[in-house]
């Protein structure tokens, strides 16, 4: 089973809102991964968690938020977005955080900011 | 500074042929190469994968092949089948030894096979 399940799978808010989405995956995988694609692009690195812990920061603003509460789940907290930041929004897991080791993707979730 | 390039944005093959699609990378640091298949609204869905120190690898229908003095590597699927249609990632990463650096994919190559 590879199986990366993300919610929701769609999520439109303002630019005022607070929303979170949510990523699980229970492979026993130790490093979880945000990714945003925009269309016609190529996905691109948000961050990292390695056993729980922020490993890297792609220089992202700090108005997205990430949070691993534990090994299988990974949060993606979002606050006075912009427009710009409409895009798919992926969640990846790996055994571990090793470049042989091969990342799953989730399905993504949609976010539209009005 | 793109490091990985896929510089076929597409490509159409008839069912039942070959399909070749290439790609090319400039971080000679990279040291596992992987291949994702991509349908529209869905996340990238892992195919196969091969590490520098082989030059080929084959799973079923689809094999990788990797030239590192050329820095290219190509992914074969043979016969290709209509349900192949879809765009194609190439991504390449380098380990802690090799400067760590996170997955990088290239910008893709949308296939249609066509029936």
């Known amino acids: 089973d590879t199986e990366v399940t993300q919610t929701p799978k769609h999520l439109v808010m303002g630019m005022t809102n607070k929303k979170s989405l949510k990523c699980e995956q229970h492979m026993g995988h130790r490093a979880m991964y945000w990714y945003k694609q925009k269309a016609k692009k190529p996905p691109e690195l948000m961050f990292v968690?390695?056993?729980?812990?922020?490993?890297i920061n792609e220089s992202v603003p700090s108005r997205f938020s990430p949070e691993c509460p534990n090994s299988s789940l990974l949060n993606l907290h979002l606050h006075a977005l912009q427009p710009e930041d409409s895009a798919l929004y992926l969640c990846?897991?790996?055994?571990?955080?090793?470049?042989?080791?091969?990342?799953?993707f989730g399905p993504g979730t949609r976010l539209t900011v009005l | 500074d793109q490091q990985v390039k896929q510089n076929s944005p597409s490509l159409s093959v008839q069912e039942g042929r070959i399909s070749i699609l290439n790609c090319d990378y400039t971080?000679?640091?990279?040291?596992?190469f992987l291949w994702y298949k991509k349908y529209p609204a869905e996340g990238p869905t892992f195919l196969i994968s091969?590490?520098?120190?082989?030059d080929k690898n084959e799973d079923g229908r689809f094999t990788v092949f990797l030239n590192k003095s050329a820095k290219h590597l190509s992914l074969h699927i043979v016969p290709s089948q209509p349900g192949d249609s879809a765009v194609y990632f190439c991504?390449?990463?380098?380990?802690?030894?090799?400067?760590?650096?996170?997955?990088?994919f290239g910008k893709g190559t949308r296939l249609s096979v066509i029936a």
């Open positions: 091969i590490s520098s120190i082989k």
């Open positions: 968690y390695s056993y729980e812990k922020l490993s």
């Open positions: 991504a390449a990463s380098a380990g802690r030894n090799s400067g760590n650096t996170p997955l990088v």
């Open positions: 971080n000679s640091m990279f040291d596992y």
């Open positions: 990846a897991s790996s055994r571990q955080e090793r470049s042989t080791d091969t990342q799953y």
